[in-house]
Each structure stands twice: as C-alpha cells, then as structure tokens.
T-cell receptor, first 114, second 111 residues
C-alpha cells in the first residue's frame, strides 16, 4: 500500500463505547497529525506527533486519546464520546513537523456517535 | 492572529469557463500558503504551495495561484473548468508547526 491509510472508513458507536481509529503512513515521514472535519467548519487540528513525540495538543478533550507507537502508525482512542463528536477524522503525515512541509492526507474515518 | 478567509462557500461554473476561488489571509509575517482539494469520500490533496519564491505558483491539473502581499490574497484560478474539478477546495497558511485552514469552497461544474 502507498500513501496514508486509515481504518475503519466508517464507524458508528454509542456514547459508552470504546473504539480506536488507526492511521498508517508508508511514506517514510516523521510527523503525523489528527484533524477533525465537521460540516460547515474549518478543518481543526487536534494533535501533532514528530518522531513519536506529541508536539501539539490543540485543547482536545480527554475523551480523545492519541497514541503514536512509531513514526508510521498513529491511533486515536475514543471513549465516552458525545454526539457532537460525529465528524470526519483525517490523519495526515509530513516529512517533518514544519508547517511549510506538504501534508499527505488519508481518506478519513467517518464517525457517527449515537 | 493567523487566519484564512475563503470568500465564497460555493462557486458554480460551466464546463470550459474560468474558475476563480478566492482566499484572503491574515498573518503577522509572510507565511507559506497552500491550496488543497478534497473530492467526495477522499482525503485532501495538495494542489500547490507558495513559499516566498515566485509569486505566481503553478500547481497540478492546470491550477495556479498568485500571492499578492498588498491585498493579502492568494486566489486560485484555472482557465478552463473540467467536470472532474468539482470538489471542495481549501486554502491554508503555515503557522509555526501547523496549518490553519479556511472553511472551504465547494466548486460545482455544470455541463
């Protein structure tokens, strides 16, 4: 596989469920990102990792818990979510975590919280 | 504060006619600027980027954008729209180690 992949592509969960989103990049990049894309709102950066270390947490509620075991994999663990958390969650990677580096995006996970 | 404003939420053009998607930015310095495109059920793909070299930037699929510091603008253009250009377009600026995105412009191309 090439590029950035995300699984699952669609997820429906109840507010008491625990689930995880997975992202994998096959580009040899060092930085990885989680974004939230809600209808009628700009893309919101959630987390940034560079060489497995978290460098940015954009005031994200603790019910979202990221994990970056290595530079190729990024997870987003979900617990006790709210209906307003329903959105498209996009993962991206870049060579480094400088803003001017091109970010490559995965296709996203469409999350619905009931 | 760094911000990006995309002036039109929707733009509709006929196939074969020019495309203009407008983007204004606010920044305390001269930032790097980007245009991304998102087709339905896909992630974002980079169209082009400006990083303080030539002010007219050419991208993929015939798109180009011009950086105008005096107008704080970075509008995206294409001489002739194609049906496959129908998508959502995002303007973004670099801020530290992250990108700040505009709200997006949905481009509709009529046959």
């Amino acid at each position: 596989e090439t590029g950035v992949t995300q699984t699952p592509r669609h997820l429906v969960m109840g507010m008491t469920n625990k689930k995880s989103l997975k992202c994998e990049q096959h580009l040899g990049h060092n930085a990885m990102y989680w974004y939230k894309q809600s209808a009628k709102k700009p893309l919101e950066l959630m987390f940034v990792y560079n060489f497995k270390e978290q460098t940015e947490n954009n005031s994200v509620p603790s019910r979202f818990s990221p994990e970056c075991p290595n530079s190729s994999h990024l997870f987003l663990h979900l617990h006790t979510l709210q209906p307003e958390d329903s959105a498209l969650y996009l993962c991206a990677s870049s060579q480094d975590h400088r803003g001017r580096d091109e970010q490559f995006f995965g296709p996203g996970t469409r999350l619905t919280v009931l | 504060a760094q911000s990006v404003t995309q002036l039109d939420s929707h733009v509709s053009v006929s196939e074969g006619t020019p495309v203009l998607l407008r983007c204004n930015y606010s920044s305390s310095y001269s930032p790097s600027l980007f245009w991304y495109v998102q087709h339905p059920n896909k992630g974002l793909q980079l169209l082009l980027k400006y990083t303080s070299a030539a002010t007219l930037v050419k991208g993929i699929n015939g798109f180009e954008a011009e950086f105008k510091k005096s107008e704080t603008s970075f509008h995206l253009t294409k001489p002739s729209a194609h049906m496959s250009d129908a998508a959502e377009y995002f303007c973004a600026l670099e801020y530290g180690n992250k990108l700040v995105f505009g709200a997006g412009t949905i481009l509709r191309v009529k046959s």
